[in-house]
């Protein structure tokens, strides 16, 4: 271990950051005007040219990434690796057998944009879990949009093979574990 006047340095290549984002906050390295992401971290984990790895809505919660290794975090945001994130939603009405089929087939938006594939399963009447392969504009509220509903909540719990640690609060971030890390690597 690495340290200077009693206190740990640093010492790998990247850093990978677990964060139970709060709704109210940005998912950015900084804003003049508003909290971000990065803002919310703890001294001991912070270190310079953080970023989160993928955005969350500024009313969103749930497991944003921070990381300072770009190519990991590009591997994991591009639609063509595939990398699932999961979210929770609930819906303003009822999901049914018509919205799934809708997500599964893919949605065309109002604007022409295309969105791949997804997942929607439905946990209650109007509370689902959604798994997405690609990271469009308010891309889970467009689609709810589209098949005649409104997101009420949305919170991410998963990207790639990495669950939301439970225990961390709103707020509240760790470092990845090995395995952690090592998960994402391999999806």
């Avoid at 740990?8 to 804003?31: F, Q, T, W």
């Avoid at 990065?38 to 790895?53: I, M, N, T, W």
């Avoid at 591997?75 to 595939?82: A, D, F, K, N, T």
């Amino acid at each position: 271990a690495v340290s200077l006047d009693g206190v740990p340095v640093c010492s790998e290549k990247h850093v990978y950051i677990m964060m139970n984002k709060p709704a109210g906050v940005l998912s950015a390295s900084r804003d003049p005007h508003a909290q971000t992401v990065v803002d919310l971290l703890p001294e001991s984990l912070y270190r310079k040219g953080l970023f989160p790895a993928g955005r969350l809505d500024k009313d969103t919660v749930g497991f944003v990434l921070l990381t300072d290794d770009g190519a990991l975090a590009h591997r994991i945001l591009s639609p063509r690796s595939h990398v699932p994130k999961v979210y929770l939603a609930r819906l303003d009405k009822p999901a049914d057998g018509e919205m799934q089929k809708l997500f599964a087939g893919g949605i065309r938006l109002a604007d022409g944009t295309e969105c791949q594939p997804a997942e929607l399963d439905i946990l209650e009447k109007a509370f689902v879990r959604i798994t997405i392969r690609e990271g469009k504009y308010h891309q889970i509220k467009r689609m709810a949009a589209a098949s005649g509903r409104t997101v009420e909540w949305l919170k991410r719990i998963r990207i790639g093979g990495v669950e939301l640690d439970e225990t961390l609060q709103e707020g509240a971030s760790r470092a990845l574990t090995g395995q952690e890390v090592q998960r994402l690597r391999n999806f």
